[in-house]
């Protein structure tokens, strides 16, 4: 039917990859307009690598609009071990044509804990600008660090300002200095923020706060009790 996003390859079938919701939950719809009473069998795939399969078969009161079932819908938790702040490419495939839904999309994240709805935050209780300057010492709350752990920090911080997974010498490096009470995180990031590397990035109109949404939006998962605020 017109308007309808058809699965490539396929002239029967139609879907979505819609999204990664909350960071964590893949999800979109299947249907087959050849085989309409059929629940259609999905796989996810990370790094091209089968990782979950699960049936189209959750209610979306949206596809009513299309005039096909309401209840064509799949939907995958991503598993926690993803999140350790490697770029990966996640996709869906319909099965047992194994035919891509959409494209794929990109996940970026290091947050172990899943939490079933978006968090309310304070932008000044992560991030505080003073005088138009990042205040480094800031960024990463001490509720933060220890509940997500320094090494989500270093993650966060090569992806934010040098725009790339950390390469394992330099995660493991940092994290072992930091811990060490060698340096400390602000003064990590200060560093980081001054290399060569994080002024190529700015030199190519690269916004930090505007990249630094990644980390807000993990940071809005953590409980309001643990997360901290101005001081």
Request: charged share 25%; hydrophobic share 45%.
């Amino acid at each position: 039917m017109r308007g309808m996003p058809r699965v490539a390859q396929s002239r029967a079938l139609v879907g979505s990859f819609d999204a990664i919701d909350h960071g964590y939950e893949a999800s979109g719809w299947v249907f087959d307009m050849a085989q309409p009473g059929r629940f259609c069998a999905v796989e996810l795939r990370v790094d091209g690598q089968p990782v979950a399969q699960v049936e189209a078969n959750l209610p979306r009161a949206d596809l009513r609009a299309f005039r096909i079932r309401a209840d064509s819908g799949f939907r995958f938790t991503l598993p926690a071990a993803l999140f350790d702040g490697v770029i990966r490419s996640i996709e869906v495939f319909v099965l047992p044509e194994a035919l891509r839904i959409g494209a794929p999309r990109p996940l970026a994240a290091v947050i172990l804990d899943h939490k079933t709805n978006p968090k309310t935050f304070s932008v000044d209780s992560i991030l505080r600008l003073q005088d138009g300057g990042v205040d480094f010492d800031r960024i990463f709350t001490g509720p933060f660090l220890q509940r997500h752990g320094v090494r989500a920090a270093v993650a966060y911080a090569y992806l934010w300002l040098l725009k790339r997974p950390p390469d394992r010498a330099g995660w493991d490096h940092y994290s072992e200095r930091i811990l060490a009470g060698e340096t400390g995180v602000g003064s990590f990031l200060r560093d980081l923020a001054a290399s060569e590397e994080a002024q190529r990035a700015r030199r190519a109109g690269i916004d930090l706060t505007v990249e630094f949404e990644a980390v807000l939006n993990a940071a809005a998962r953590l409980p309001p009790e643990q997360r901290g605020g101005p001081g």
